[in-house]
């Protein structure tokens, strides 16, 4: 299995946490999200606990931290969004000190509400990058049809998988070829062509998706995917 | 002989109302290596997934009646008529579907019911036909297209199919790549349909060529004739490219 050559977000490894079974790593992730998320917010300690544990794990897989936290950038919108709460939240105010002799007046249910905000998000996406990082995407679908996910939908992750590639390297040659025409895609004047753009992709997939089920027809599928892994 | 191949009189219309097919006869008989040419929009197509039921007088408006080594294409025979006749399309990213190679080629056999060891020896023998065996374990959009095309010939002769349809098998492909694909289908003990442009290739691999136009067969024989047949070629805008004369070619040197 993809030596060296997996996706992404999986980092090569042999540790402990990279061959612990599929399926069990995904019925930690998901256990460790809803404690998370079910810690009432103003437990300090236990999400000081919480970081720990996922630490140890990190420390256990022997991901390096450089290689999680910038991938954590996905996070960025929700932070934002969650700095922005103490601002609008209503309740009672505290006076934050700001250097320079300034006050800052914010909510404290809001303060609160974004410390929980931030911290779950962090834990949550902290905790699916490091599955990620130690389980290729082949073997968390084969873990998630171990838990009897229903096949359809274990079905259609794995075509998502498949073909994330494809149609993102459709998407470049299209902006590529955008640009080469002098249209700048990140400029708001160039939008409604970038938008007929996204719209080609979509037709452009969907076709793919048609013909896609014709092969599959063609080697005889009728509607289940078989169980390979007698082939190997 | 049973022929593998046996049309007759297919006509088809798509539901929009474009008639694609006028009646179409054909026979391709066990062990042959047949050519369709034809210009774009002849309904080169159309035929071919009129060969695995895909399209058919069922599913359309259409007439004419389709026989794989003597069954006919009916909705009935469908599994069967699909493990007969193996097509391979044109985007192997469109035939390659699977997390890996293995699981890819492995799928046309699942699907025929085959499990374990007999399913292992199946994909490792296609794999060894198209010469990607050690490329089993790779996901396939890590490979060239060179390779995909040659997994994408592997997939379907893991069906053991009667005959290979292939839709333009040399398109985008590297000479190189062009070559060594062309030396595999020569090496298959298979009969072959093979739909192209690239009529140099079709001279290089099939004795036999039907010319296809306008949803009628216009042309049937020898390639080599139909090549050279000046006023057939003009009329069905077809073109050899530019410097290549089938006349100059030494007559020994054409398969057949």
Known sequence: ?232 | MTPVLDLQGVAFAYPDGHQALFGVDLHVHPGERVALLGPNGAGKTTLVLHLNGILSAESGHGAGSVRVSGLPVTKKNLAEIRRRVGIVFQDPDDQLFMGSVRADVAFGPANLGLRGAALDKRVMDALEQVGMAEFADRPPHHLSFGQRRRVAVATVLAMEPEILVLDEPSSNLDPASRRELADILRSLDVTVLMVTHDLPYALELCPRSVVLSGGRVVADGRTYDVLTDDELMRAHRLELPWGFDPRSIPVDSLPG
């Not at chain 1, 303060?111 to 931030?118: E, F, R, S, V």
């Not at chain 1, 938008?195 to 048609?210: D, H, I, N, P, Q």
Request: hydrophobic share 50%.
């Open chain 1, 1 to 232: 299995m993809g030596a060296g050559h997996g996706h992404r977000l999986h980092f090569h490894g042999h540790s402990v946490v990279h061959r612990a079974p599929a399926h069990l790593k995904i019925l930690a992730l998901l256990a460790f999200v809803l404690v998370v998320v079910a810690t009432p917010r103003d437990w300090y300690a236990a999400y000081a606990v919480h970081l720990a544990i996922l630490l140890g794990v990190v420390a256990a897989s022997r991901v390096p931290l450089g290689y999680l936290l910038p991938r954590m950038v996905i996070e960025v919108p929700f932070l934002l969004f969650a700095a922005l709460i103490p601002f609008i939240a209503e309740g009672p105010q505290v006076a934050v000190a700001l250097p320079g002799g300034w006050e800052l007046s914010v909510s404290e249910p809001g303060l609160l509400a974004a410390w929980g905000l931030a911290a779950k998000g962090t834990l949550g996406v902290l905790a699916s990058l490091t599955l990620a990082a130690t389980t290729e995407p082949d073997a968390v679908l084969r873990g998630l049809q171990r838990l009897r996910m229903p096949e359809l939908l274990v079905q259609i992750m794995a075509f998502m998988v498949r073909y994330l590639d494809v149609v993102t390297a459709d998407l470049g040659r299209m902006l590529t070829a955008m640009r080469s025409r002098g249209a700048d895609p990140r400029s708001p004047r160039h939008w409604p062509a970038l938008a007929r753009t996204l719209g080609a992709l979509f037709v452009r997939s969907y076709e793919r998706g048609e013909r896609v089920h014709l092969a599959m027809l063609s080697r005889g599928y009728d509607g289940r995917l078989p169980d390979v892994e007698g082939a190997r």
